[in-house]
């Protein structure tokens, strides 16, 4: 039987010693772990092993980063209702935080006065404000009629 690449990278799977390098824990550590059922593995018989999907997913469970981002959009979601924004804050705080998460949603590239508009009017009709919002708050730069994220921001949600 033939094994397809897709199920072999599946198939590649660690020891606990292998993992506990891997992540630069202890070995006990991932032991107990695994048997709590906080790391999926598959127990071989004495032994347990985990594959590289499952590693990835675990540490992505634990990446701050991505918790951050649901905490920052719990805070503004009552703004926003089925994808859509209802309203533009209007008390500055807030709206900063509307707009950057906004901004987020952009990939890192040189946008068209057009585009910016059509990405815009997904979430509110009001693209001229929005887009003199980001502007002003310095979440991106604008010449010749071009718009670009600054750097800085991305990563903020």
Not at 3 to 14: A, D, G, P, T, V
Not at 61 to 90: A, M, T, W
Not at 132 to 157: C, H, Q, S
Request: aromatic residues 8%.
């Amino acid at each position: 039987m033939e094994i397809s690449s897709e199920n072999r990278q599946k198939l590649n799977l660690f020891t606990v010693v292998e993992l506990a390098d891997i992540l630069k824990m202890n070995v006990q550590v991932i032991a107990r772990k695994l048997k709590a059922g906080e790391i999926r593995g598959y127990k071989l018989g004495k032994d347990w092993r985990v594959s590289e999907a499952t590693i990835l997913e675990y540490l992505e469970s634990h990446c701050n980063q991505r918790s951050r981002r649901d905490k920052d959009f719990s805070r503004i979601q009552s703004y926003f209702e089925d994808g859509r924004l209802k309203v533009i804050p209007s008390k500055r705080s807030k709206r900063l935080e509307v707009l950057k998460y906004l901004v987020s949603k952009l990939e890192n590239r040189v946008y068209t006065e057009p585009e910016i508009n059509e990405f815009l009017a997904r979430y509110h009709p009001d693209v001229c404000t929005l887009r003199r919002e980001f502007i002003m708050n310095r979440l991106m730069v604008r010449k010749d009629g071009r718009y670009k994220v600054v750097a800085w921001n991305r990563d903020v949600p």
